[in-house]
């Protein structure tokens, strides 16, 4: 009797430890597919961005499209010898009922999604590296035509880099990720700690 008492609870842990197990990795998927990432992993990604990026390409200035990416490339410069300055633009939904402000002192360009502009400002640096900063890149677009910019207007297309939190394997597939990113999203199903990808 007390054999299969014994057998049987053997039984009965074995198979909690394959349910749990089981849980655990369907609640790891969840997690996942709803991803919050929180300012310890902001601090994280710039502290293994900025390793890369001291090693490989040191930026003399840096260049991101508006606040959010602001927020990250602030984290970033920190991480990096002689903390370059950041040139921060402005970044306007397409449908928003506002009007970007142009100026002789910006570029200005349209994606499917923005309407951006960037100070010219950082064409001081042109001799140097420039590295774009943003928090997120869903299709590429946007550092695709930033760069075309700052190609056009003279600075080397080997002096441009670019990094990121997180990107899409979108934007990897179309060739249009940035050099250096810290998380591989699937999609925009995921928030920051200041509100949705997008």
């Known amino acids: 009797m007390d054999r299969w008492l014994g057998i049987g609870g053997f039984v009965i842990g074995v198979v909690g430890l394959v349910l749990t197990i089981h849980y655990a990795r369907k609640a790891e998927q969840l997690n996942l597919a709803k991803k919050r990432l929180d300012w310890a992993d902001l601090q994280n990604a710039a502290n293994d961005l900025g390793r890369q990026i001291r090693k490989d390409f040191p930026p003399s200035a840096i260049v991101t499209p508006g606040l959010a990416g602001a927020t990250f490339a602030n984290l970033l410069a920190a991480e990096l010898q002689n903390q370059p300055p950041v040139f921060v633009g ?90 250096y990113y810290w998380w591989l999203a699937d999609n925009d199903d995921f928030y920051f700690p200041w509100g949705r990808a997008k």
């Open 90 to 179: 402005t970044r306007t939904w397409r449908e928003d009922p506002h009007e970007p402000v142009k100026s002789d002192g910006s570029f200005y360009f349209t994606t499917t999604k923005w309407i951006v502009t960037i100070p010219k400002a950082v064409l001081t640096y042109k001799d140097g590296n420039i590295l774009i900063v943003d928090d997120f890149v869903m299709s590429g677009d946007f550092l695709a035509k930033l760069r075309e910019r700052l190609i056009e207007s003279g600075v080397p297309a080997d002096r441009i880099r670019a990094a990121s939190v997180a990107v899409t394997r979108v934007a990897c597939k179309n060739h249009k990720a940035p050099e």
